[in-house]
């Protein structure tokens, strides 16, 4: 089969800067939207949609509802990654923007438990849902957009910066939070103040999308479209001959995937109720280490076109592991700096370390007939088996506390919990092939 040749001719990043703006702009008002929930689940959902749970329960029940989504983005990677790769990059990222603005929308004016009853937690389930499906098939598109137009030396580098979606993202939906519960304290920040985040999605979406109709097709799609290569039924198609490269990109993401979250969105949790910690606190590690982190990632994932994804990802999953005690021990110190300390090296170090270079790690291993849904579902189906269970089981692990290791610290069982994560992606990455600074996988 002919494929598109290897692009090795070198790309300016003026050349680049209208993709990768596109590709990251979109994907940030994406995790804006997802990231707001996962704050919101914590802080309001449980007395808002829960009531009738107690306090421990009530915040399982609300992490159950985030998790919706992350079950859903498997599924949203399948359904968007057979138009990616048969109708094109370009309409299918259009279309998974349009899907998360009006979800997050609706749940902007959607009732409470008091109001409608049972419907309120049912139908904030279904639009976290749909959040998750539209999360699923953006993730992969946005990557390609840059990877497909960029070229083969610095692939990691292009690719990395739809990657610092997520701290922006992080950051935006943090200092959202942060915002409204001022200018709406108490009491009027669970009836009405964490609402207008979710309205103003309309705005964001509205810009994303003038910027996304006036992108190009990428060049690898185009080729394949005018050769007529165009795979029939590409989720079905990438499952039958790339499965072992689906599961072991799903694998490799545990030790980023699962600690983020503990990092992002159960310290909340725990801060509060553990170490009684003021949430501004940290909301305000979180926004630091966002920014951080965007300069990071683009940093690390040139590194690793240099010295190789591989070793780069391996080191970065041994500091990972290495980091889980440290890190709940400078929470547990109470001491401002030592907190936000803990929570910027956590996300704006390790995390980034894995994250810089991993969106090329995973695409180059698929051909560009079947890219689109390959890597979609390799990424995705982590938020199942890592990110999306990892604030339930360490709340979980966590009650476990007293009743099994009452002389040791909370934490340890987490920790634990981390650096199993760990081990778990330092075995899936040995088998998988070094592609950096050579022509990605063909079909």
């Given at each position: 089969m002919a494929l598109p040749a290897k692009n090795a001719t070198p790309i300016t990043f003026r050349e680049m800067l209208p993709l990768i703006s596109a590709s990251?702009?979109?994907?940030?008002?994406?995790?804006?939207?997802?990231?707001?929930?996962?704050?919101?689940?914590?802080?309001?959902?449980?007395?808002?949609?829960?009531?009738?749970?107690?306090?421990?329960?009530?915040?399982?029940?609300?992490?159950?509802?985030?998790?919706?989504?992350?079950?859903?983005?498997?599924?949203?990677?399948?359904?968007?990654?057979?138009?990616?790769?048969r109708i094109g990059r370009k309409s299918t990222l259009v279309a998974t923007l349009l899907l998360m603005g009006t979800a997050t929308i609706l749940m902007g004016i959607l009732p409470g438990y008091a109001e409608i009853g049972i419907a309120a937690p049912i139908l904030l389930s279904l639009l976290r849902f749909l959040q998750g499906m539209a999360l699923g098939g953006e993730w992969s598109g946005s990557i390609l957009l840059c990877m497909e137009h960029g070229d083969d030396q610095r692939r990691g580098f292009w690719t990395s910066w739809p990657q610092t979606s997520v701290p922006i993202g992080l950051a935006l939906s943090a200092l959202a939070v942060l915002l409204f519960q001022q200018l709406y304290p108490g009491e009027a920040f669970t009836s009405i103040g964490w609402r207008i985040p979710c309205l103003m999605s309309s705005a964001l979406i509205i810009i994303g999308l003038y910027i996304r109709l006036h992108i190009p097709e990428t060049p690898a799609f185009q080729r394949i479209k005018e050769a007529q290569q165009i795979a029939k039924a590409p989720p079905l198609e990438v499952l039958y001959y790339h499965?072992?490269?689906?599961?072991?990109?799903?694998?490799?993401?545990?030790?980023?995937?699962?600690?983020?979250?503990?990092?992002?969105?159960?310290?909340l949790s725990y801060g509060a109720t553990v170490i009684q910690l003021d949430s501004s606190l940290l909301y305000t590690g979180i926004f630091f280490s966002a920014i951080i982190t965007f300069v990071t990632i683009p940093i690390f994932a040139l590194i690793s076109d240099h010295i190789g994804r591989k070793r780069w990802f391996m080191l970065g999953v041994i500091l990972m592991a290495l980091f889980a005690v440290p890190y709940f021990a400078l929470l547990q110190s109470r001491n401002p700096l030592l907190v936000v300390f803990a929570i910027v090296f956590s996300i704006g170090i390790c995390i980034s370390w894995l994250y810089g270079p991993e969106a090329s790690l995973i695409a180059e291993h698929f051909g560009p007939r079947l890219r689109y849904s390959g890597a979609s579902l390799g990424y995705q189906l982590a938020s199942i088996t890592a990110g999306g269970p990892a604030p339930i089981i360490a709340t979980y692990l966590l009650s476990l506390h007293s009743s099994l290791t009452a002389g040791l610290p909370p934490y340890i069982f987490i920790a634990f919990y981390i650096v199993c994560m760990a081990v778990i992606s330092l075995l899936a990455a040995l088998p998988l092939k070094e592609y950096a600074g050579q022509q990605p996988a063909d079909d």
């Open positions: 990251t702009i979109g994907a940030s008002i994406e995790w804006f939207n997802f990231f707001l929930y996962g704050f919101l689940a914590v802080t309001v959902f449980p007395q808002l949609f829960f009531p009738t749970l107690d306090p421990s329960a009530g915040a399982i029940a609300a992490f159950t509802t985030n998790f919706v989504g992350f079950a859903a983005r498997p599924i949203g990677g399948a359904f968007f990654g057979w138009f990616g790769d499965w072992r490269e689906v599961c072991l990109c799903a694998l490799l993401r545990s030790a980023e995937n699962a600690p983020f979250y503990l990092f992002t969105v159960f310290v």
